[in-house]
């Protein structure tokens, strides 16, 4: 378990980290929100590469852990992982009400409603007759990447009991300008860095927002998506500005 | 989901409701923590059946999920089965700080210290050169089929504010029996109505109490144990009727 939640950019537990900064969350309970987020997105990568699921061998830079162990360790390890996230959750000093909030919140984002749902769409897509389209893969991202990432930036309005409205609206922006980047690291980036396998989603003949857009296009809208985001940070001010810089990164990046 | 959830016993859930209700707790709620401790059942049987796992291809005289539909879609049904067991337990109707120690619980007796550990135990012992004795045997027993068992019984107390602890020694010598009688019934049952294969410990050179003990020995532990269980339930009077007939049950069933 610590092995597949090590490395990593911790971006979800940063954007837990930020958005309690912004709503004076007590940073103990923070970090348990942070600590969750990370641990759920670790379980999903392990069972996402899977030989049944992904079937990749790298991850940050090391060999996966169905690879360095066996599949029987990795289906057990992802499975504690889940496990911890919500016990962290609901041994965090935090008011019992947000609390349990925080807790309903996670279940859906990460569920058979959110983020499995998605991964379930995903495969399925792998071996339907039709590639699917523009709106099926905003829908599926949203739900695959997109859920967690809401959940991450909206903890801390959650968790001091605020409206998380102006964060989920950055954290949709946000998401889908990550995914946007995502795929085009699969074209243009680099083994080395990106700590993975890169060109699978060509290999594999998968829809991906640069397949049904093009590149550049691709590139245009997820600069206006990061600006979108950052423009919903209004609310915040100066304060903010970590989370814009945030943004700006995930588009920027080469791992 | 529906599909791995349907069928068994539903002897947690109804644990659950016979705790819940020797303390007086709102039916609603009660429900929802025993459709929540049967989702966490179904879950780990899916990803149990898995072939990295005990390699099961039937469950409650059903094919197991993995074979009705694909190993990606038994490891996606298992993850969210424990998701959705932590949705209704953070959505239950019930005080918010009493529904956190339920969540808490929950994940300690599910996770990398409860169920979890039992399984990766159970799957290490297959491949360790000298068999586990009877206190190995004991303790993973204790967490792979002990802690859901327990959780399921002390849900009622933990759900009214009370002391579990009379409900928590009933479930430890439910549990083991139970256990000892399933090594029973893959020796002497019958796949028809067991709805699931027998003989496989023995096939696979496991080590069980009945390998340990030896039959009949095993049988009058399995009793004593019922006995000790019933003795537990002495603060409850004959309100508790139905959770000592459950006992008995648990070593005279034949599925």
Redesign the interface.
Known sequence: ?RYAAGGGKRLRAFLVLESARLHDVAPAAALDAAAAIEAVHA?SLV?DD?P??DDDDLRRGLPTVHVKW????A??V???L???A??W???AQL???R???L??R???A???QGM??G??LD?AAETAAVPLDLPEIKRLQALKTGALFEWSATAGPVMAGADPAPLARYAAGLGLAFQIADDILDIEGDEAQTGKRVGKDAEAGKATFVSLMGLEPARAEATRLVEDACEALHPYGALAENLREAARFVISRRS
Chains 1, 2 share one sequence.
């Open positions: 378990m379980y069972h899977l049944a699921m066996d599949e029987a360790t289906i057990l992802g499975d504690a889940q496990t911890v919500f016990e959750l609901a041994g008011d019992a009400t609390k349990a909030e807790i309903l996670m279940a859906r990460a569920g058979g499995v749902l991964q379930a495969i």
